[in-house]
């Protein structure tokens, strides 16, 4: 123990020995500015349990591109419209690599993720490209049509079976459950949890929840990657236990599937055969277990947590603003009249529904930093230098915060959306839930299809309410930063069939 207290030491006062020198190197960087960074530590001690919050603070004082020393590593933060596109348009090829956590690093995951791979890996693009061509383009979810259909039923249901029981919906777990059933079924052909079952389903989000938070938190090895192998936080311990529970359910899936190919079983013609079948133009090969195990975790965990994410801070919004709740019931009963369920179809008429999740986006986007980009070369910004290694973080959350741009930020006021026309799609930097450019995520129109579709047929179909004990202080909005933004206090709600 004491050799390693030594240890501790001596690496610490090596790391002050540089960080000195690299700042004094830096001051004749071009930097741009940003707050005087304290020995050792830098700017860390600013950033509290909910760094996004924190950076727009400190962006408030030191402007929309700002640079931090966290530790040893020297941060650029966008935090307006104008400078997220200078790094996520402007500037994308030179700064579209990834700052990799070192928490990510368990189990070679970053190795084989299409969220961390380098843009300009051949791995990366082939996996980009199955993914958009084959799971995410128009006409697959056009083909999954029926199989959204079917699973917004089962939600239904399942709404409707706790309303007659008088019990309360926890919203994020049913809407959790039924996206991660879509995906399932679209992967794997088959539900890898049951609605009704709060133990199978519950736990399955645990463990994904689990993931996105330890990986999202902050991480000494991070800011001081000279102590990465000694894992002083055990975040990568941590993670790769959880990743050993979830390839253990994908190696599952995989081996049937491989023992039905065997028994020359009839194909599933799911994305997991697509992807047994791949072989890669240029070298002939296919994609190895790691691999498809990696690419699993990155479909389910993105795919599932940040819908779920944000159907319920929607309807945690509406149910503190019940004239926005009025609203958007109206609008759906003058739409769909006496037709019961939600087609997807009827999305395009709903104005004021699509505001609704607009403005959730804007006040609560799924990945408040999106994911840390890192500049492949010195590249100059703005008339600053963002160096080669520096990390490069673009702050969703401050942007919706923007008084330049939004009048009173702090409030849900979906109206603001009716007298503007934006989108989500990367094109407004006003409002990127899903980020821009090569890095953007894959998913969003499987995304932007499920959140309206969950969240419409919620609000069509039921009435609610809170529960008596919450009614009395509101609904608890506090946030559990992760590099999900959810809930801290999953939301319960009474329905009551229409």
Not at 452 to 463: D, G, Q, W
Not at 469 to 475: A, C, F, I, L, T
Request: aromatic share 6%; hydrophobic share 45%.
């Amino acid at each position: 123990m004491e050799l390693l207290v030594y240890a501790t030491c001596a690496i610490l006062a090596a790391v002050s020995s540089l960080y000195l020198l690299r700042l004094i190197a830096g001051s004749h960087r071009n930097l741009p500015p940003g707050p005087r960074p304290l020995p050792l530590v830098g700017s860390l001690l600013d950033l509290g349990a909910h760094p996004h919050r924190s950076l727009a603070r400190l962006a408030s004082r030191h402007g929309p591109l700002m640079a931090l020393r966290l530790g040893a590593v020297t941060t650029v933060v966008a935090s307006s419209a104008d400078a997220a596109r200078d790094v996520l348009q402007r500037h994308d090829a030179a700064l579209s690599a990834r700052s990799v956590p070192d928490a990510a690093r368990a189990r070679a995951y970053d190795e084989h993720s299409v969220g961390w791979l380098p843009p300009g890996s051949p791995r990366w693009r082939a996996l980009r490209k199955v993914c958009s061509a084959e799971l995410f383009a128009p006409r697959r979810l056009d083909a999954h049509q029926p199989l959204r259909r079917d699973k917004v039923r089962r939600l239904a249901s399942h709404v409707a079976r706790l309303a007659r029981e008088g019990a309360p919906v926890d919203v994020g777990r049913a809407a959790f459950t039924t996206v991660l059933n879509l995906l399932s079924c679209a992967i794997f052909s088959a539900d890898l949890a049951d609605l009704d079952d709060r133990g199978a389903s519950g736990a399955f989000k645990g463990v994904i929840e689990e993931f996105t938070v330890a990986v999202g938190v902050p991480n000494v090895a991070d800011f001081f990657p000279v102590l990465a192998p000694l894992d002083p936080q055990r975040l990568r311990a941590r993670i790769g236990r959880v990743f050993d529970k979830l390839h253990a359910i994908f190696d599952e899936q995989i081996e049937r599937r491989v023992q039905e190919r065997v028994a020359w079983e009839p194909p599933k013609n799911d994305f997991l055969d697509l992807l047994l079948d791949y072989r890669g133009a240029e070298d002939g090969r296919g994609f190895g277990r790691q691999t498809l195990l990696s690419l699993f975790t990155d479909l389910f965990s993105a795919g599932s947590d940040t819908s779920a994410a944000t159907v319920e801070w929607a309807m945690a919004e509406l149910l503190q603003n019940p004239s926005s709740m009025a609203k958007s019931r109206d609008e759906l009963a003058q739409v769909m009249g006496a037709k019961q369920e939600i087609e997807e179809s009827d999305i395009g008429k709903l104005k004021y529904l699509q505001a609704v999740v607009k403005e959730t986006f804007r006040l609560h986007p799924p990945a408040p930093l999106l994911l840390p980009r890192q500049a492949e070369a010195a590249t100059e910004v703005r008339g600053y230098t963002v160096p080669r290694g520096a990390r490069v973080l673009v702050n969703l959350w401050a942007i919706g915060q923007d008084p330049e741009l939004w009048a009173e930020p702090e409030k849900f006021m979906p109206e603001r959306f009716l007298e503007k026309e934006m989108d989500f799609r990367g094109k407004d930097f006003e409002l990127l839930p899903f980020g821009s450019g090569r890095r953007m995520c894959p998913g969003m129109p499987l995304a932007d299809r499920m959140v309206h579709l969950m969240l419409a047929t919620l609000l069509h179909r039921f009435e609610w309410r809170l529960p008596a004990d919450v009614e009395k202080n509101g609904v608890d909005l506090s946030e559990n930063f992760g590099t999900i933004l959810g809930l801290a206090t999953p939301l319960q709600a009474i329905a009551k069939p229409i």
